[in-house]
């Protein structure tokens, strides 16, 4: 069974985006997050998975339960996204895996190869066993590295244990410029009726012109895309009389897919505040809510694709962390997720268009050819 770009792009931006987006985005705090980071990080566990713990962790991100066949899929998408990254003028945008084995821990070397062929990922042995502290710290500098310097301190102490048998990681840098890029001179504060029925002040950036637009079930959307064209944010607004949890339910039940088909070249004037954003989540609860619970339970998990026997590795935690900065030439974003493993123990209206996104809303960056979303997240106070 192969799976095309086109398939694993839109189902790393597809069902499982739109389950963390409803997991992560009903509340009042601002959220950033890279659907593709975790996919990545999980897509690489499951690759050594075996049994219910490959079934269930590829049913949740929409993928095919063999792990040649998973592997060889986001091979394809991160050529993909390379090609698209070439093609566009100025943007930066870096994807890199890595796995981290405790010195000495016999993985399987089938599984080294995928990692290395698929994935681009080399193994840099690590003692967690003397120094767990040491270990923590090595894999935080290579984050850093690859997300320059945005994210920092991916792993807290306290994470990473002497009982720590292999970390996978992947890191997400991306950086571009707007095609049509705002005036600074417009930025103007202004109110944003923030979550909660707080209003408070903020920068809002402006311009009015031709902007693929829709407008579905009382909500707004617009698409601005990067130079280039390829990479796109797609913003998504509800009405006033609406909230975000309006528009997490529309994406559950049809997708970006809907919106997509919706959208078409219009007159807007669009009022966008600038905002920034860092944010970390441990993602256990939210990955058994969504049906990995294999993954973390000893009595259950299957990882002997990896090493050793069934039940002799599970996953200790997933963590993630992801930052957006979202300005008049364009954004920057960053993202990168840990999976730590130990040892058991409506129609458009004909006259110009406002899109006045001063109360919460929420965002996608994506490639738009594969469908991929990069980063996504709500703003509930810029």
Same mark, same amino acid.
């Given at each position: 069974?192969?799976?095309? *770009?086109?398939?694993?792009?839109?189902?790393? @931006?597809?069902?499982?985006?739109?389950?963390?987006?409803?997991?992560?985005?009903?509340?009042?705090?601002?959220?950033?997050?890279?659907?593709?980071?975790?996919?990545?990080?999980?897509?690489?566990?499951?690759? @050594?998975?075996?049994?219910?713990? %490959?079934?269930?962790?590829?049913?949740?991100?929409?993928?095919? #339960?063999?792990?040649?066949?998973?592997?060889?899929?986001? @091979?394809?998408?991160?050529?993909?996204?390379?090609?698209?990254?070439?093609?566009?003028?100025?943007?930066?945008?870096?994807?890199?895996?890595?796995?981290?084995?405790?010195?000495?821990?016999?993985?399987?070397?089938?599984?080294?190869?995928?990692?290395? !062929?698929?994935?681009?990922?080399?193994?840099?042995?690590?003692?967690?066993? %003397?120094?767990?502290?040491?270990?923590?710290?090595?894999?935080?500098?290579?984050?850093?590295?690859?997300?320059?310097?945005?994210?920092?301190?991916?792993?807290?102490? @306290?994470?990473?244990?002497?009982?720590?048998?292999?970390?996978?990681? !992947?890191?997400?840098?991306?950086?571009?410029?707007?095609?049509?890029?705002?005036?600074?001179?417009? *930025? =103007?504060?202004?109110?944003? #009726?923030?979550?909660?029925?707080?209003?408070?002040?903020?920068?809002?950036?402006?311009?009015?012109?031709?902007?693929?637009?829709?407008?579905? #079930?009382?909500?707004?959307?617009?698409?601005?895309?990067?130079?280039?064209?390829?990479?796109?944010?797609?913003?998504?607004?509800?009405?006033?009389?609406?909230? *975000?949890?309006?528009? *997490?339910?529309?994406?559950?039940? =049809?997708?970006?897919?809907?919106? !997509?088909?919706?959208?078409?070249?219009?007159?807007?004037?669009?009022?966008?505040?600038?905002?920034?954003?860092?944010?970390?989540?441990?993602?256990?609860?939210?990955?058994?809510?969504?049906?990995?619970?294999?993954?973390?339970?000893?009595?259950?998990?299957?990882?002997?694709?990896?090493?050793?026997?069934?039940?002799?590795?599970?996953?200790?935690?997933?963590? #993630?962390?992801?930052?957006?900065?979202?300005?008049?030439?364009?954004?920057?974003?960053?993202?990168?997720?840990?999976?730590?493993?130990?040892?058991?123990?409506?129609?458009?209206?004909? =006259?110009?268009?406002?899109?006045? %996104?001063?109360?919460?809303?929420?965002?996608?960056?994506?490639?738009?050819?594969?469908?991929?979303?990069?980063?996504?997240?709500?703003?509930?106070?810029?």
């Amino acid at each position: 069974m192969a799976v095309g *770009t086109q398939g694993v792009g839109a189902q790393t @931006g597809g069902s499982f985006a739109n389950a963390l987006i409803g997991q992560w985005c009903g509340g009042t705090e601002n959220v950033v997050f890279s659907p593709y980071s975790l996919s990545a990080a999980l897509a690489m566990t499951a690759a @050594g998975g075996r049994g219910a713990t %490959a079934v269930q962790v590829a049913d949740a991100l929409g993928l095919p #339960h063999v792990p040649e066949v998973l592997a060889a899929a986001f @091979g394809a998408l991160d050529q993909s996204l390379a090609e698209a990254r070439d093609k566009s003028p100025g943007l930066a945008l870096s994807i890199a895996n890595a796995l981290y084995p405790q010195r000495g821990y016999a993985i399987r070397p089938g599984f080294l190869e995928l990692i290395r !062929n698929s994935f681009g990922g080399e193994a840099m042995p690590l003692d967690y066993a %003397a120094d767990p502290e040491a270990a923590r710290c090595a894999i935080n500098r290579w984050v850093e590295e690859q997300t320059a310097a945005r994210i920092k301190d991916l792993f807290v102490p @306290g994470v990473l244990t002497r009982a720590t048998r292999m970390t996978l990681v !992947n890191a997400i840098y991306f950086k571009g410029r707007w095609a049509t890029p705002f005036d600074v001179a417009q *930025t =103007k504060p202004a109110p944003f #009726h923030a979550a909660g029925s707080v209003k408070v002040e903020a920068p809002f950036m402006q311009r009015r012109g031709q902007m693929r637009y829709a407008e579905l #079930h009382g909500m707004q959307a617009v698409e601005l895309p990067y130079a280039g064209h390829r990479f796109a944010m797609l913003v998504l607004l509800p009405a006033p009389e609406q909230t *975000t949890a309006d528009v *997490t339910q529309s994406l559950a039940q =049809k997708g970006v897919g809907e919106w !997509n088909a919706a959208l078409a070249e219009r007159d807007v004037t669009l009022f966008l505040p600038r905002f920034t954003c860092t944010w970390s989540r441990e993602c256990t609860k939210t990955l058994q809510t969504l049906g990995m619970t294999a993954l973390f339970d000893a009595g259950a998990v299957d990882l002997s694709g990896i090493a050793g026997k069934p039940g002799e590795l599970v996953v200790s935690a997933v963590v #993630h962390k992801a930052f957006i900065e979202v300005a008049e030439e364009g954004t920057e974003a960053a993202a990168a997720t840990g999976v730590a493993m130990k040892m058991t123990s409506f129609r458009p209206p004909e =006259k110009p268009v406002v899109f006045r %996104a001063d109360r919460p809303f929420i965002y996608l960056i994506r490639e738009r050819g594969s469908g991929c979303v990069l980063f996504a997240g709500v703003v509930n106070k810029p």
